[in-house]
């Protein structure tokens, strides 16, 4: 009993799963319980058998359903790393990978402030 109740417990996890696309302009779509889907670059046809022997293929056309859109964050004109990129960076901004990337490029000397004590200042 002890055993099926531990697989049962291991196997929950993967059964609450769910599916996500990933589309190439940065939108997503959340894939619905028992819903069919199918990922292909390529065009995709449906078979109809008739009973005369005849067969009839019907294109079926890509979803446009998406869960969200991708928006392109605004370019701020700044090159990363460069001395107004570091003047300008939020440090307020909760940690992230440029929070990481103005530690190791903007504040060399771990102070947690941008000047001219660090060795990459051109004010």
Not at 14 to 31: E, F, N, R
Not at 49 to 73: C, E, L, N, W
Not at 77 to 102: I, K, R
Request: hydrophobic share 35%.
């Amino acid at each position: 009993m002890f055993r099926i109740l531990f697989l049962a417990l291991l196997a929950s996890p993967l059964a609450l799963a769910q599916i996500y696309i990933d589309y190439p302009d940065g939108s997503t779509y959340t894939v619905k319980e028992h819903e069919r889907v199918f990922v292909t670059p390529a065009d995709v046809y449906m078979k109809s058998s008739y009973q005369d022997g005849g067969v009839y293929f019907q294109r079926i056309h890509p979803s446009t359903k998406r869960d969200s859109s991708y928006v392109a964050p605004v370019s701020e004109g700044y090159q990363v790393g460069s001395h107004e990129w570091c003047l300008n960076f939020d440090t307020a901004s909760p940690y992230s990978f440029e929070t990481a990337t103005w530690g190791r490029l903007c504040d060399t000397n771990n102070d947690g402030v941008y000047d001219k004590a660090d060795s990459g200042w051109n004010g």
